[in-house]
């Protein structure tokens, strides 16, 4: 069950609050704060995708929607 929203945070996959700064706090900072390895992820904020060339300058708000997805390899 998600616990009620911080005062400032983002919503990661639907399931999980994080809280941030009042000031935001970048994409890049949220992928290691959760220990993600980048390069087998893509990830939408809002539902737009993310280049990853521009994670490290993305300034998450208090309320954004962050859903992360994995590489699935198969056949």
Same mark, same amino acid.
């Given at each position: 069950?998600?616990?009620?929203?911080?005062?400032? @945070? =983002?919503?990661? *996959?639907?399931?999980?609050?994080?809280?941030?700064?009042?000031?935001? %706090?970048?994409?890049?900072?949220? #992928? !290691?704060?959760?220990?993600?390895?980048?390069?087998?992820?893509?990830? @939408? =904020?809002?539902? *737009?995708?993310?280049?990853?060339?521009?994670?490290?300058?993305?300034? %998450?708000?208090?309320?954004?929607? #962050? !859903?992360?997805?994995?590489?699935?390899?198969?056949?």
């Amino acid at each position: 069950m998600l616990k009620d929203k911080p005062q400032h @945070a =983002v919503l990661i *996959n639907n399931n999980q609050w994080l809280e941030i700064e009042p000031q935001g %706090l970048m994409l890049s900072a949220v #992928i !290691n704060q959760l220990s993600l390895v980048e390069s087998s992820i893509a990830v @939408a =904020v809002n539902n *737009n995708i993310i280049n990853k060339a521009l994670w490290h300058e993305y300034v %998450l708000a208090d309320g954004d929607q #962050i !859903n992360v997805f994995s590489a699935i390899a198969g056949g």
